[in-house]
């Protein structure tokens, strides 16, 4: 069904389609939307659910952990500080495998405190065993909610699925979306079958003191996972496909990339554009193509190692930084060639879009043109070198 | 073997009051209960992997969360429609409770979530080795309050948690001893009997965090009562509606009796504080018989 919606709500919408049975969340912007619009839901009885507002973030998580070891399909969004001062808890929720879903609306991190976009909130939390899925538009964005609940659920997954959209871009954002509707939703997406719960009448207990005897082999068996779902994620998205109409790889989308000299490497909604400044370029005649990744974790290596070994030059663009060291998803991306006979001449890193900063058509021309036999590591497109002279006294 | 809902062999030290209490509130609040656990002594000697003391469905998860996370399991158990047919229990120590885990308990109580929260309270981090904690009383020593030559001990008395808990308007409120098994149950079987939030303080002497012999505990409990230093009291919808009448001891029989009060011992003007303290507990509650 198309509605012409803004982004959270659209997220909102498939959220309630999913039907969770526990939501918690906690205010900061720009997540807000989303939860508002499910407290309505509840509050005119379109979604049978307990909503628990917190006091907190790390309660909007503990919150959801609870209810999902009850095992009962639960729900939270957040964004930036709120992310982080969630950050124990999900790594937890992670290690006691608990399939819970969350939506973070991908803004900058203080200091300086700034509300906008960059992506430095989750990818800072790359390393907490959850699933990482980038939408690049509001359609992507709700479809891959229900793809996250289908693939945490998975008696073979049971890991904690992050949708990361970005903030304002994609969640204030108003698109003609196509809704789910709810027999297909329901085809797709289960009712929840936990493998394990908190049960009176087989009394469990869960999140137990593990010693170096047998705590290597708990995370061990996360990173398998991890790698599965690198099989897993290809065949949930195919199945998606067949009832929605909508196909999705679910690791990478290589655009234009088959005969590319140059292509550029993107997360989330900055593909958008780049793929409107490919097809400009493509007009001209240049060989140019964009590769967007979808999964952040697991990270899709050898996908990715096939869709550029054969190109010339590479461009990876990062919103997000690992200060004092390289860009986080362009290291990812160079360590995919390491000791590989075929890669690319030049990946050259780029760092674009922090804190809101728009990142135009222009940027995007701005990193093609840069993108020659010379490489470069970590360099600021559209930086105000006016600024960095200020003096302070 | 018969079944147990705490079972014996976990490695808690000899003479500890924690897992006395713990092991007398899941008796009381029977096998149709939940628990969710913060981490500390109780974690750690009841559920070492693979084996694990508890014979009803209990999670652990962080340290400051469980009423959090019991909120969750109350939650999705209302969502379940079975809220009415099982406990829920969350449960910590005193640094747990009354300091890191303060803010989550703070939010349970406020939305009122009907889940009895225990603090075991032994009066200091003993899990992490005897660091001060908000419930840590006056002039004790621990090993970050130490005596010194301008230390006389830990510098703050006790948070008033029962009061602080009061002020959200829940329900039932009481402090507890293992000095005084029965009461314990009773008052576990009352909270359980009431719906919405509740909280209980439970005293659990540490033989190895107050310094005495471990076959001292149930003593060493009692005359914490019995000084008038550890009120027990009871709270139904706002009213005081019980307290344990004592004929009032000195302090010095509470403290002489352990190591992190003996730098007291021959300072009279700080035994005056303490007895201030007491004296105080005995006229606000009227605990004198």
Redesign the interface.
């Known amino acids: 069904m198309k509605k012409f919606l803004e982004g959270s709500l659209a997220v909102a919408e498939v959220v309630r389609l999913c039907k969770p049975?526990?939501i918690?969340a906690y205010p900061i912007t720009p997540q807000t939307h989303i939860v508002e619009e499910l407290a309505q839901m509840v509050a005119d009885a379109k979604l049978?659910?307990?909503f628990?507002?917190?006091?907190?973030e790390?309660?909007a998580a503990?919150?959801?952990?609870?209810?999902?070891?009850?095992?009962?399909r639960?729900y939270t969004a957040t964004s930036s500080q709120g992310l982080f001062y969630m950050a124990?808890?999900l790594f937890?929720i992670a290690g006691?495998r608990l399939p819970v879903v969350l939506t973070c609306a991908n803004r900058a991190i203080s200091a300086p405190i700034n509300i906008w976009n960059d992506q430095q909130d989750s990818v800072s939390l790359r390393d907490c065993g959850w699933v990482q899925l980038f939408a690049e538009d509001i359609q992507e964005a709700v479809d891959l909610h229900a793809i996250a609940y289908r693939l945490a659920e998975d008696h073979s997954v049971m890991l904690p699925v992050m949708v990361c959209m970005d903030g304002f871009i994609l969640t204030h954002g108003i698109e003609t979306i196509d809704i789910p509707i709810l027999e297909q939703v329901d085809k797709f997406l289960p009712a929840y079958n936990p493998l394990y719960k908190?049960?009176?009448n087989n009394?469990?207990?869960?999140?137990?003191?593990?010693?170096a005897d047998?705590y290597t082999e708990t995370r061990y068996a996360i990173q398998k996972t991890q790698e599965d779902l690198l099989k897993i994620i290809p065949k949930v998205t195919a199945e998606f496909s067949k009832i929605f109409g909508r196909t999705y790889h679910g690791l990478i989308e290589e655009y234009c990339t088959k005969d590319a000299e140059r292509v550029i490497v993107a997360m989330g909604s900055v593909c958008g554009t780049a793929k409107d400044v490919v097809d400009e370029l493509r007009a001209k005649g240049k060989k140019v193509g964009l590769l967007k990744i979808m999964a952040y974790r697991p990270f899709p290596a050898q996908a990715i190692y096939e869709a550029l070994k054969d190109i010339p030059k590479v461009a990876v663009l990062d919103r997000a930084l690992s200060l004092g060291s390289y860009a986080p998803l362009a290291s990812e991306i160079k360590a995919a060639f390491f000791g590989k006979k075929k890669k690319p001449q030049v990946v050259s890193s780029f760092v674009v879009g922090l804190g809101g900063r728009d990142i135009t058509k222009d940027s995007i021309k701005e990193v093609f043109k840069l993108l020659t036999a010379k490489e470069l590591s970590l360099e600021f497109i559209d930086l105000k070198p006016e600024l960095l002279k200020e003096e302070y006294r | 073997m018969e079944k147990r809902l705490f079972n014996p062999g976990h490695t808690a030290c000899a003479g500890c009051g924690q897992s006395l209490a713990a092991r007398l509130v899941i008796e009381a609040a029977g096998?149709?209960?939940?628990v969710?656990n913060n981490t500390g002594c109780l974690?750690?000697f009841s559920?070492?992997?693979?084996e694990?003391s508890?014979?009803?469905?209990?999670?652990?998860?962080?340290f400051?969360?469980s009423?959090?996370?019991?909120?969750?399991?109350?939650?999705?158990?209302?969502?379940?429609g079975q809220k009415d047919a099982?406990n829920v229990i969350c449960q910590a120590g005193d640094g747990g409770s009354a300091d890191i885990g303060l803010?989550?308990l703070?939010?349970m109580w406020?939305?009122n979530h009907d889940i009895l929260s225990i603090c075991y309270d032994n009066e200091a981090y003993m899990n992490t080795g005897i660091q001060r904690s908000g419930l840590t009383p006056f002039d004790s020593n621990t090993t970050t309050s130490p005596v010194g030559r301008q230390s006389c001990g830990n510098i703050r008395p006790k948070k008033p948690m029962p009061d602080i808990a009061m002020a959200h308007g829940i329900p039932y409120v009481a402090t507890a001893s293992v000095a005084f098994p029965q009461d314990i149950q009773r008052k576990v079987k009352k909270a359980l009997s009431i719906r919405g939030a509740k909280y209980m303080q439970i005293h659990v002497p540490c033989p190895l965090g107050w310094r005495y012999e471990p076959s001292l505990t149930y003593q060493v409990a009692k005359l914490a009562i019995e000084t008038g230093l550890y009120p027990l009291v009871e709270y139904e919808n706002g009213q005081l509606v019980a307290v344990r009448k004592i004929q009032p001891k000195p302090v010095e029989e509470y403290l002489k009796v352990q190591a992190r009060f003996k730098h007291l011992l021959n300072n009279p003007e700080e035994l005056k504080k303490i007895q201030a303290i007491a004296d105080a507990n005995i006229r606000k509650y009227g605990l004198a018989a």
């Open positions: 049975g526990v918690s049978n659910c307990q628990v507002n917190v006091e907190s790390h309660s503990s919150v959801v952990l609870g209810a999902s070891a009850a095992g009962v639960s124990e808890v937890n006691m908190l049960d009176i009394p469990i207990t869960m999140g137990p003191l593990v010693d047998s | 096998a149709n209960t939940m969710a974690e750690v559920t070492k992997y693979p694990s508890w014979g009803v469905p209990w999670v652990h998860s962080l400051e969360n009423a959090a996370v019991a909120s969750g399991i109350e939650a999705a158990l209302r969502y379940l099982i803010q989550a703070s939010g406020e939305r």
